[in-house]
T-cell receptor, first 114, second 115 residues
């Protein structure tokens, strides 16, 4: 079965600092991996996804993530945090894009201070 | 293009009651998935509907049931409500057969409180 572990329920950074949100996955088959962002009282918005091909994936709002099979990781980064990045971030894994059942991590709340 | 909409926004029920939540999928999408997000947790997959048939189910009891209509909108029904059913219920629509571009688009959710 697929599973996702997000290290750190809360991450605090200063505006302009590097953002690093950690995600490790477990999958018995080649995974499809996703990062979603959730702002207060809103649904989930896809930031980026890895399916096949290039292991460094670029998403919206300046975020990117690198798929590292040897480390079973898919960490999310952004070079310079902005106040508007404050939100809840979820890593998710899917067995395949056809079925699309997403297995989410418990989430990491990103706090950005001035 | 209209996004995914859900109704109602908020709902308060008491234990033992039944509830129906509704979801309108994004234009052109044929698949709807439902997720339950308890407070402080990540969303958990309940089930998915494709062409009006259940197309996969998570670890939820049979009192969670659903429907998909010919226009691809969907309902989630929960019978015999329990306190632990209090959560944000998210609907996501997508296009099966869209290859690696079949992204799931989420609605804003319905907040269910069971007293």
């Amino acid at each position: 079965a697929q599973s996702v572990t997000q290290l750190g329920s809360h991450v605090s950074v200063s505006e302009g600092a590097l953002v690093l949100l950690r995600c490790n996955y477990s999958s018995s088959v080649p995974p499809y991996l996703f990062w979603y962002v959730q702002y207060p009282n809103q649904g989930l918005q896809l930031l980026l996804k890895y399916t096949t091909g290039a292991t460094l994936v670029k998403g919206i709002n300046g975020f990117e993530a690198e798929f590292k099979k040897s480390e079973t990781s898919f960490h999310l980064t952004k070079p310079s945090a902005h106040m508007s990045d404050a939100a809840e971030y979820f890593c998710a894994v899917s067995r395949d894009t056809g079925f699309q059942k997403l297995v989410f991590g418990t989430g990491t709340r990103l706090l950005v201070s001035p | 293009e209209t996004g995914v909409t859900q109704s109602p926004t908020h709902l308060i029920k008491t234990r033992g009651q039944q509830v129906t939540l509704r979801c309108s999928s994004q234009s052109g999408h044929n698949t709807v998935s439902w997720y339950q997000q308890a407070l402080g947790q990540g969303p958990q997959f309940i089930f998915q509907y494709y062409r009006e048939e259940e197309n996969g189910r998570g670890n939820f009891p049979p009192r969670f049931s659903g429907l998909q209509f010919p226009n691809y909108s969907s309902e989630l029904n929960v019978n015999a409500l329990e306190l632990d059913d209090s959560a944000l219920y998210l609907c996501a629509s997508s296009l099966q057969g869209g290859g690696t571009n079949n992204e799931q688009f989420f609605g804003p959710g319905t907040r269910l409180t069971v007293l």
